[in-house]
């Protein structure tokens, strides 16, 4: 592993988003829309309801920070690569001498990164506007900030390795595959509000005890995060992780063996 | 189809680059076949044939963008699949078709491969090459207000930042005007002689491969079907130029007069 290498590909962004505010306002714009929107509606219900929503709209801003931070990782990874291919340098950077490790452990470091800008403006504004405080969750915000780091870095490369198989007819899979598991993993609802036979399923992905264990730490009356959530969260990101590198290295092989890299690099 | 000429034998030594039986089947259709060749040490090659003769599918093979179906590729005394990355270090290209980031200044895109190649006082490098191209009013330049022949002259300008022992080239000429077209071609040979860099060069253009190449392999249907000098290939085809020779293997496959 050569963090020349490294650092020369995340440079390359940094330049870029230097170069383009724009891009700034994308990592941005979106996290707050939807934080004031369904902030402020689940205090407007909260007001004039009397059903107890003492904790919801904790459980919704913490959902909605830590989704982002999921949902970041995943971009980094998948819109670093979009971007090679958007400005034609796809095949420069292929047969320049970079390991492919070094190209994914970059696009890695791109979504944290990406990360770090969102979760200052989203903390921001939910300090502001709802006085949640993101550091209630105290030490536990470690481990619920690496396993979504990890699991969206597993899903970013999932969606990049099929962007590259399939090529740029299945482009919007960039945006769309977190949102294939939101239902899924528990975000805004515990798991127990899911279908039964949907539950054992929900409970494979490393985000649902994630959010589970938020939620659980929210809880006056819980308060604490058990270690057996930690511990299934990282056991289900290891399988993954392994996963979306079989993916990843295997679909790139059939890319390589197809002639494929060449033809979608120059479209 | 039989090739018209044969490779006069090298010495192993000068041997920098080696193509062994290139075989590659897409689909049922084989898009090159049992394609063997010898690139020398300071040597310019180019690789000529109509659309489809399969040279795009030879310089990705090359690359390593392509694995072939059978046959094997020797760089540098190895084994390319084996050791790509090795043998990038000492590599560089530069196609049409591709380009630099264009949201990023010049200088930024340089100074990002330099990074990439491992290049040593690489901000002497850069400027080096932006004055060979006569583009150093560029360096602050976004690539992607580039002009067609700025732009081309920028990526050969990263195409030298690792001084690469063999370059390749694909149409680096392609959508130039004659003026930009004739200077890109006489750098590139001012650059090649003085450094004994070893290219791989594809172009439609033959005045191009008459100026630059050394060499020519032309290639129909995935196959060879003639080899030689530009004079060597004029004297056997009888035709009075490239172009021609072109045109009539295109068209017919065969460099013989019928």
């Known amino acids: ?47 004039n309801s009397e059903a107890n929503f003492a904790s919801f709209l904790v459980f919704l801003i913490g959902g909605m920070i830590l989704w982002d931070v999921l949902f970041r990782a995943q971009q980094g990874v998948a819109i670093s690569f979009l971007e090679d291919v958007w400005t034609r340098n796809l095949l420069n950077i292929f047969v320049a001498p970079v390991r492919t490790h070094e190209y994914v452990a970059a696009t890695f470091a791109i979504g944290f990164l990406r990360i ?20 209630t969750l105290e030490w536990n915000l470690i481990p619920f900030f690496l396993n979504l780091l990890v699991f969206g870095w597993s899903l970013g490369m999932i969606s990049t390795a ?24 528990a975000v805004f609802y515990p798991v127990s509000k899911l279908p039964e036979w949907l539950q054992p399923i929900a409970l494979c992905f490393p985000a649902t005890h994630v959010f589970e264990g938020m939620r659980e730490v929210l809880n ?48 | 189809m039989q090739c018209a000429f044969l490779l006069t034998p090298m010495a192993d030594q000068d041997i920098l680059l080696e193509a ?22 300071g040597e310019v090659l180019g690789l000529l044939g109509a ?27 190895v084994d390319m699949f084996r ?29 990002v491969f330099s990074l990439i190649y491992g290049v040593k006082d690489y901000k002497r490098k850069m400027t080096e090459l932006l004055e060979l191209f006569e583009i150093s009013d560029l360096r602050n330049r976004v690539n992607g207000h580039l002009s067609a022949g700025e732009s081309t002259r920028v990526n050969l300008c990263k195409a030298l930042l690792n001084d690469p022992e063999l370059l390749l080239l694909d149409e680096p000429t392609a959508s130039l005007d004659p003026d930009i077209a004739d200077k890109v071609r006489k750098t590139i040979r001012k650059v090649q ?59 017919s496959g065969d460099v013989e007069e019928s």
């Open chain 1, 1 to 47: 592993m050569n963090v020349r290498t490294i650092y020369a590909l995340v440079l390359r962004y940094l330049y870029l988003y230097s170069r383009t505010p724009m891009r700034l306002i994308e990592l941005v714009f979106w996290p707050v829309v939807d934080l004031m929107v369904w902030g402020y509606l689940t205090k407007f219900l909260q007001e």
């Open chain 1, 116 to 135: 770090l800008v969102t979760m200052v403006v989203l903390c921001s504004i939910a300090a502001m506007a709802y006085q949640f405080n993101i550091f």
């Open chain 1, 162 to 185: 099929l962007i590259l198989r399939w090529g740029q007819a299945v482009e919007s899979l960039a945006w769309a595959v977190p949102f294939f598991i939101q239902p899924l993993v």
């Open chain 1, 220 to 267: 006056p009356e819980i308060a604490h995060l058990s270690l057996e959530r930690v511990a299934w969260a990282v056991g289900t990101n290891i399988i993954f992780m392994t996963i979306a590198a079989l993916i990843f290295g295997g679909l790139l092989r059939v890319t390589r063996n197809k002639g494929l890299l060449t033809k979608f690099a120059t479209q």
């Open chain 2, 20 to 41: 062994t039986d290139l075989t590659r089947v897409f689909d049922g259709i084989t898009v090159l076949d049992r394609f063997s060749f010898k690139l020398q040490r």
């Open chain 2, 51 to 77: 659309n489809g003769a399969g040279k795009t599918t030879a310089m990705n093979m090359l690359l390593g963008l392509t694995t072939p179906t059978s046959g094997s590729i020797n760089a540098f005394g």
């Open chain 2, 83 to 111: 050791n790509r990355v090795e043998v990038l270090k000492r590599v560089n290209f530069s196609s049409a078709y591709t380009s630099l980031p264009s949201n990023l200044k010049v200088w930024q895109n340089l100074k």
């Open chain 2, 193 to 251: 002689a003085e450094r004994k860099i070893s290219i791989l060069y594809t172009s439609h253009n033959m005045r191009d491969i008459e100026e630059v190449c050394d060499r020519v392999i032309f290639l129909h249907k995935g196959k060879v079907v003639a080899e030689g000098t530009p004079t060597q290939i004029l004297e056997q085809s009888q035709q009075s130029s490239l172009e021609d020779v072109f045109i009539k293997i295109a068209r």
